[in-house]
Nanobody, 123 residues
Framework: QVRLVESGGGLVQAGGSLRLSCAAAGSIFSINAMGWYRQAPGKQRELVAATTSSSTPNYADSVKGRFTISRDNAQNAVYLQMNSLKPEDTAVYYC?????????????????WGQGTQVTVSS
């Protein structure tokens, strides 16, 4: 009923920038929190940044001052601007959203994940 579509990953040299995009589509009633997680090989998935429609964004300490999360509520989209990238930022990045879905006879809350996009930072 709802899917998240990500784009924007790729290969970049250390110090470079990338911008990730994620758009939600489907029977959306409203979206609560949206955010980005990442998972490097052999490591657990970790929160990178998250935002709700009414609160200050939350960032992992490792990306503060370098990454910026933003949201376009009209487009049901969330973005992650990544600057001053480091090799340790290399990971698969996943979009996440908590969405109220309009179903036939009810509105229900679901937690959705995107398919993941690879970010590789070379030294």
């Amino acid at each position: 009923q709802v899917r998240l579509v990500e784009s924007g990953g790729g290969l970049v040299q250390a110090g470079g920038s990338l911008r990730l995009s994620c758009a939600a589509a489907g029977s959306i009633f409203s979206i609560n929190a949206m955010g980005w997680y990442r998972q490097a090989p052999g490591k657990q998935r970790e929160l990178v940044a998250a935002t709700t429609s009414s609160s200050t964004p939350n960032y992992a300490d490792s990306v503060k001052g370098r990454f910026t999360i933003s949201r376009d509520n009209a487009q049901n989209a969330v973005y992650l601007q990544m600057n001053s990238l480091k090799p340790e930022d290399t990971a698969v990045y996943y979009c996440n959203a908590g969405i109220l879905v309009r179903e036939t006879t009810a509105i229900r809350f679901y937690d959705y994940w995107g398919q993941g996009t690879q970010v590789t930072v070379s030294s």
